[in-house]
């Protein structure tokens, strides 16, 4: 199977003298980061998948590995005093076995501050530095959301894709019902390099369009089994701080994962839907349950702005997440 690389594209302006109405003046006075999303922005409505790599810095990544396998052994040790405060830290994942997408909160100190007020006590915030390099002023995926969603997308999953050693391969499937405008815009990133053992996503290239849908839920085995046959699909393994961005309608899964004992897969996991496509998507986004509609893209922005000027928990207003059911 062939990987998934991340396309050139490139950031330079267009030649003068070239386009019409005056398009190359425009991009030429264009901000090389914003040219730059533009470009993938079209890799992107043609392909349904861009790799895109070192969106965070090696630093960031290993803190944010570690804090997110510190939150995942905070809620085992909750969960199994109480199994029903399930829903308080996972999605559906964790029913399936050795594999779970853990609910994270956005409060400094994360679950641990569930109980706790005093926020001073926790040092850090790798949660936030991580976002900070992704979608603050100069994040690395910022600008690109911002074409694909506006500054008015919500965010509709923040969590951690986790998978152990014996986890189990995933049906080939879309996140969600198909819709005419790309709905959620995905991503994959990689905590720690990810090797073909570690049961990295496949990825059905193209396969977001109309088409691709009418034939993959036809009812006709043999159609269906032809286009799984015949598809360009791409491993995506990939390196400590790379990302996948994907369109949720492509078609994709995860693969088991066969690596030796302590090899575990961790993925940072979050989406931004589309504000043009309203209504039910057909699916629940990985977000704990309190956060559901509660912030923008916008949002996120200006907190992370906030939290460079010195505020060290800038998403308190949102509160840990968690619903009074």
Known sequence: MKELLAP??????????TGFGGGSANQANMDPAKRLATEQAKVMHKEGVIRINNVLT??????????????????????????????????????????????????????????????????????????????????????????????????????????????????????????????LYVIFLALQDVTEAMGPTSFLMRTHTSKANDIFNSGDQSQKDNQLLKADCRLCTLKKGD????????????????????????????????????????????????????LSLGDVSDALAAYGSGDGNPFAKYGNGIPRW
């Open 243 to 294: 990302a996948v961005m994907f369109d949720a309608r492509t078609l994709h899964c995860g693969n088991a994962n066969d690596a030796e004992e302590g090899r575990t897969r961790a993925l940072f996991n979050f989406s931004f839907r589309n504000p043009e496509v309203q209504g039910s998507l057909g699916y629940k986004g990985s977000i704990r349950p309190g956060y559901e509609g509660a």
């Open 8 to 17: 050139k594209v490139k950031a330079k302006p267009p030649k003068s003298g």
């Open 58 to 183: 090696p630093e960031v990544t290993d803190k944010l590995r570690e804090y997110v396998l510190d939150q995942q052994a905070l809620a085992k040790v909750e969960t199994d005093r109480d199994p029903t405060t399930s829903r308080t830290y996972y999605g559906v994942e964790n029913k399936r076995k050795n594999r779970c997408d853990l609910q994270l909160s956005l409060l400094r100190g994360g679950f641990a501050a569930d109980s706790v007020t005093n926020d001073d006590e926790f040092e850090s915030f790798a949660l936030a530095d991580a976002l900070r390099e992704l979608l603050g002023e100069n994040g690395t995926l910022r600008h690109l959301y911002e074409n694909l969603v506006t500054v008015q997308g919500e965010l509709y999953e923040l969590a951690a894709v986790i998978t152990d050693p014996g986890s189990n391969r995933q049906t080939v499937h879309p996140d969600l019902p198909y819709k005419s405008k790309a709905p």
